[in-house]
């Protein structure tokens, strides 16, 4: 396979990340083509613990070239905090990062929007990580953003930055009560950092063109997960982007007949970080339980991440959506010492039962999960190499999975660390 586009199918922090990881061996590109600074992608290589947020996983595989597509939002400042942090622990990051010059930059009146439009919101408030993200996308879609070439250009920079403080000073002042950004201040910060992207900059989209024409072997990383994807997610409680595998033609400017699979990423369970319809959560005890074991705390900003079972409702929407052709569930081992497991099947409306995702969340208002029980079991599992070796509990859930999705699913994770995965053959159930 000479594209794979790798997807989350839940509300993000999927495991993505660890697989990404584990699946960017031998791959010669990873591209990032949506979302930004939002994202929190943890990978555990020998023991120690990498959080990236923008710059690629691919990174942590010498010999990988990482590009950030035109599809990412790209809060300079924070880049290259990550790219020193990186290099500070030995990731060489300078000779294998590449940034589109489409990609949009997020400004420091992208965060203040983004705090002062949940400030408005109040009660309604999405819950938004506070990186600027919304406001970032917001100005794309109005023509106004700023992107990566602007940056490189000294006078277009001052030109279009002048002009975007004319607005939003106005708005942050009268909308939102904050002082106003000065010119000057703005632009000495962002010039500077202008000088370290030059060498990184590039056409992403012929990079990619051109590589793929080559034969070489490309890894699209999707960030946040499909029912977060602000088309297909619980809108309005979404991100700005286009997390589904259908954001990478955009997003890169890769086509998108060349992607050759798409690979899935669930969670043996559901959590998710913000506001927003989330049926199968589990309040109380053993939802703390499982946030206890599963350290179901956000990698972007430390909040604690609401949990709960599996949807199968959710998960079988979003790999219907994404076409998935095979999928990875992550976090097997987090179960262990749960009994029963649970899986919502459906939700229970009124006098009826939804069996599909509903497109208006409303529609899940005042819906009670259905769900079907499974035997837990009580064997850590964390060192365990092959899918016989896992407790029969643990198989016949995975088997279930598989079924009801659908989809085959080779590759079970029982921990955070590279060789804590286990490939299996898919069942007979599977397509
Ligand atoms: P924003 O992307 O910061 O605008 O936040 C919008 C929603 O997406 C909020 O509910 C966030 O918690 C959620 N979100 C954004 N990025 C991630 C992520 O990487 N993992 C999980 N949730 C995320």
């Not at 083509?33 to 613990?49: C, D, I, K, S």
Request: hydrophobic share 40%; charged share 25%.
């Amino acid at each position: 396979m000479s594209a794979v586009c790798v997807v989350g199918v839940q509300w993000g922090d999927e495991g993505k990340g660890k697989v990404i990881d584990v699946l960017a061996k031998g791959v010669d590109f990873v591209v990032r083509y949506q979302g930004g600074n939002n994202a929190g992608h943890t990978v555990v290589v020998g023991g120690e613990t990498f959080v990236l947020h923008l710059v690629p996983s691919g990174v942590l595989r010498p010999g990988t070239v990482n590009v950030i597509g035109n599809g990412v939002v790209v809060d300079p400042v924070q880049l290259f905090r990550e790219i020193d942090g990186l290099e500070r622990r030995g990731v060489r990051v300078a000779e294998c990062l590449r940034v589109s010059a489409r990609a949009h930059l997020i400004l420091p009146y992208h965060r203040t929007l983004d705090a002062g439009a949940e400030r408005w919101k109040g009660a309604g408030r999405i819950g938004t990580t506070g990186r600027g993200i919304g406001p970032a996308y917001a100005d794309k879609a109005a023509r106004t953003g700023l992107r990566v070439a602007d940056l490189l250009d000294r006078e277009r920079f001052a030109t279009r930055l002048r002009a975007a403080l004319a607005e939003k000073n106005e708005v942050l002042a009268k909308v939102y009560g904050e002082p106003p950004l000065s010119f000057e201040s703005t632009f000495e910060t962002y010039a500077a950092l202008a000088e370290r992207m030059v060498p990184f900059v590039c056409d992403a989209g012929d990079l990619l063109r051109r590589a793929h024409r080559e034969g070489r072997k490309i890894l699209f990383e999707g960030a946040q997960g499909t029912m977060l994807d602000l088309d297909a997610g619980t809108y309005p409680y979404v991100t700005s982007s286009s997390t589904g595998c259908w954001g990478v033609a955009g997003g890169t400017g890769f086509p998108p007949r060349r992607i050759d699979e798409v690979v899935g990423i669930a969670k043996a369970y559901c959590t998710r970080v913000g506001e927003g319809p989330f049926p199968s959560e589990l309040p109380g005890d053993l939802g703390d339980l499982l946030r206890e074991r599963g350290k179901e705390y956000g990698a972007t900003t430390g909040r604690p991440r609401r949990c709960g079972w599996f949807d199968l409702l959710a998960a079988r929407y979003a790999i219907e959506l994404n076409g998935v052709d095979r999928l990875a569930v992550t976090n097997v081992d987090v179960l262990s010492g749960f009994d029963p497991i649970r899986v919502a099947v459906g939700y229970r409306c009124g006098g009826r039962v939804l069996e599909s995702f509903p497109a208006d969340r409303a529609d899940l208002d005042g819906c009670a999960p259905v769900f079907r029980d499974f035997r837990g079991f009580r064997e850590e599992i964390t060192a365990v190499t092959a899918f016989d070796r896992l407790p029969q509990e643990a198989r016949t859930y995975v088997e279930f999975l598989e079924g009801a999705l659908g989809v085959p699913i080779p590759v079970v994770s029982v921990g955070p660390g590279r060789e804590q995965v286990i490939r299996r053959d898919p069942g007979k159930g599977a397509r």
